[in-house]
């Protein structure tokens, strides 16, 4: 059973930007902690960062630290991920995720809720 809808990927040229959501279906983000997640092709699925419910964030990948923003607006009980400089081997499917605790756990930590994903393609 899926627990999150993300949304906002598609096809995007080298050096693009790109802002990805995430919302809950059925349940409230409140004092959760969310991450975004993502699988290339052929490779593991990677953590890219979390964010708590006080906005505190980890951060699972350097690489993508400088280009990758991971935000909320908890009103909304929206997750966001801002992508900036984005390049063909961010391709992938990017998912978000929640852990039924409120702090940021490990990147290979218990995450109880996923996505679907949403499809991430850079290319010209």
């Known amino acids: 059973q899926l627990q999150f809808v993300e949304s906002g990927g598609g096809l995007v040229q080298p050096g693009g930007s790109m802002r990805l959501s995430c919302v809950p279906s059925?349940?409230?983000?409140?004092?959760?902690?969310v991450a975004w997640f993502r699988q290339a092709p052929g490779k593991e699925r990677r953590g890219i960062q979390c964010?708590?419910?006080?906005?505190?964030?980890?951060y699972y990948t350097d690489h993508m630290r400088e280009r990758f923003t991971i935000s909320r607006e908890n009103a909304q009980n929206t997750v966001y991920l801002l992508m900036h400089r984005l390049q063909p081997e961010d391709t992938g499917i990017y998912y978000c995720?929640?852990?039924?605790?409120?702090?940021?756990?490990?990147?290979?930590?218990?995450?109880?809720?996923w996505g679907q994903g949403t499809q991430v393609t850079v290319s010209s």
């Open positions: 995720a929640a852990t039924a605790g409120g702090d940021c756990p490990a990147e290979n930590g218990e995450w109880d809720r």
């Open positions: 964010i708590e419910w006080r906005h505190n964030a980890r």
């Open positions: 059925g349940f409230t983000l409140e004092n959760t902690a």
